[in-house]
């Protein structure tokens, strides 16, 4: 099983895809993957707050699902964020491909090397969307007709409360974009396994103090969230061998024991 969509907020299935789920044990606990096929093309399904929506930003064990998603074999991911905007670059409704991300979240294990057996390693980051993968999900976005923005950067908090006023502006003069509460350590995790991992995130309001009111958008999403589930299927489906530097993306100090 070479792919796999995570999904967020708002997509519970892929448009048609018939699959299973299945529970993976893994060394940092259970993880449920839906595993199927779209027009014969191999994929697997995880939907990071649980397919019931059940489980809040800040207790989904990103470490067993991406360790269940190595175990199965997934070497590219494709991700969909839910996020809001922090500025007028990307406004409610748009999509735009993440390129960049700042972690403000705390509390969260970030990492799958912590020392002695699990092995001490270091991480690039210089670019940690897979840039191949975003020029392939641009390319056909382009040739879909779909507005996406080609480069946006990811604010991580850790939720479940949404931003202060004051705490968007912050995010906004550092450089921050779009804001969500999944979006780390889930790249970090996926880079440390060695995967390439693209995301899109997609507004669903303005976050706090941009406009009078946090307005969500919810029902308006239904078409984009659509399109992109198959604009990612069909990048993972028709992607080559990325042209990229993600596989040596991990610098090993000492190497985990089994
Ligand atoms: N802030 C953080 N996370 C979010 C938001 C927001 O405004 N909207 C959707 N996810």
Redesign the pocket.
């Known amino acids: 099983m070479h792919s796999a969509i995570i999904a967020?907020?708002g997509i519970y299935d892929i448009p048609g895809m018939s699959f299973q789920e299945r529970i993976i044990d893994t060394p940092y606990g259970q993880a449920k993957v839906n595993i199927g096929t779209v027009d014969g093309f191999e994929l697997v399904f995880l939907a990071r707050h649980g397919l019931d929506h059940s489980t809040p930003?800040h207790n989904i064990n990103y470490r067993a699902n991406i360790k269940a998603l190595q175990m199965l074999g997934v070497k590219r991911v494709a991700a969909t964020?839910?996020?809001?905007?922090?500025n007028r670059r990307v406004r409610p409704t748009e999509m735009a491909l993440l390129t960049d991300f700042m972690n403000f979240t705390s509390g969260r294990p970030l990492t799958f090397f912590e020392g002695g057996d699990s092995g001490l390693a270091h991480t690039a980051m210089d670019a940690p969307y897979c840039p191949a993968m975003g020029r392939k999900i641009l390319e056909l976005a382009h040739a879909r007709g779909l507005a996406i923005k080609p480069d946006a950067v990811y604010?991580a908090?850790n939720?479940p409360r949404?931003?202060t006023p004051a705490e968007?502006r912050m995010y906004d003069r550092l450089g921050g974009d779009?804001?969500?509460?999944?979006g780390v350590p889930e790249i970090v995790l996926a880079r440390e396994a060695g995967m390439h991992f693209a995301a899109v995130a997609y507004?669903?309001?303005?976050?706090?103090g941009i406009m009078d009111v946090?307005e969500?958008h919810e029902e308006d999403m239904v078409e984009t969230r659509q399109n992109l589930a198959r604009l990612l299927v069909d990048a993972l489906r028709e992607m080559a061998e990325p042209d990229c530097r993600c596989a040596d993306a991990v610098m090993v100090m000492h190497p985990a024991k089994d």
Do not use: K
């Open positions: 967020g907020t930003p964020y839910a996020v809001g905007s922090a604010v908090t939720g949404f931003e968007i779009v804001v969500g509460m999944t507004s669903v309001n303005w976050c706090s946090l969500l």
